[in-house]
T-cell receptor, first 115, second 113 residues
Framework: GAVVSQHPSRVICKSGTSVKIECRSL??????MFWYRQFPKQSLMLMAT?????????EQGVEKDKFLINHASLTLSTLTVTSAHPEDSSFYIC???????????FGPGTRLTVL | AQSVTQPDIHITVSEGASLELRCNYS??????LFWYVQSPGQGLQLLLK????DTLVQGIKGFEAEFKRSQSSFNLRKPSVHWSDAAEYFC???????????WGAGTKLIIKP
């Protein structure tokens, strides 16, 4: 299967700062990327869907000004958590899909801790 | 409404025993069905998927799942579990048009020695 990487795998930041998480498709071109958030012992919650070169589509209840998503190329999408607060602490997972596949390929996740 | 139900929040199985994890879905079209496994603090690994054809699909790590359209189910099975199978298992349903997935709540598998 295709490979998706995420960076960083773990980040700790102070409240009020911004954090950028990168998601890369390493061996295929991802026309669509997804960002999920996962709370402890819960399922994945889709935050937004992004298509290369266009604005992300956010799920209901997700603040687009707080969670900035950029999908500038077919291999890279970024999620920026702006003015992070402790309640933003979570496990963030990205995934990528393309016309060549009928499935999503998942990154290993990023553990964000906001102090 | 489209939904995926995993009725069991957690299941405890003795090592070497057989396993079945349940997944039921409600979906308007022919679904694409997936099972993923997640170890603590890790990302998701695809175990198996069903798109079409043979309704019994084989996956990695000795897992299999059977699509039963009449029951709207896609249960995951393994004949003999290993301690390393302890993890969270997620069932998901998707469509091919936009790859979006609808997720079950997950089932935590606990292995007794």
């Amino acid at each position: 299967g295709a490979v998706v990487s995420q960076h960083p795998s773990r980040v700790i930041c102070k409240s009020g700062t911004s954090v950028k998480i990168e998601c890369r498709s390493l061996d295929f071109q991802a026309t669509t990327m997804f960002w999920y958030r996962q709370f402890p012992k819960q399922s994945l919650m889709l935050m937004a869907t992004s298509n290369e070169g266009s604005k992300a589509t956010y799920e209901q209840g997700v603040e687009k000004d707080k969670f900035l998503i950029n999908h500038a190329s077919l291999t890279l999408s970024t999620l920026t958590v702006t003015s992070a607060h402790p309640e933003d602490s979570s496990f963030y997972i990205c995934s990528a899909g393309s016309a060549s596949y009928n499935e999503q390929f998942f990154g290993p996740g990023t553990r964000l801790t906001v102090l | 409404a489209q939904s995926v139900t995993q009725p069991d929040i957690h299941i405890t199985v003795s090592e070497g025993a057989s396993l079945e994890l349940r997944c039921n879905y409600s979906y308007g079209a022919t679904p694409y069905l997936f099972w993923y496994v997640q170890s603590p603090g890790q990302g998701l690994q695809l175990l198996l998927k069903y798109f079409s054809g043979d309704t019994l699909v084989q996956g990695i790590k000795g897992f299999e799942a059977e699509f039963k359209r009449s029951q709207s189910s896609f249960n995951l099975r393994k004949p003999s579990v290993h301690w390393s199978d302890a993890a969270e298992y997620f069932c998901a349903v998707g469509a091919d048009s936009n790859y979006q997935l609808i997720w079950g709540a997950g089932t935590k598998l606990i292995i007794k020695p």
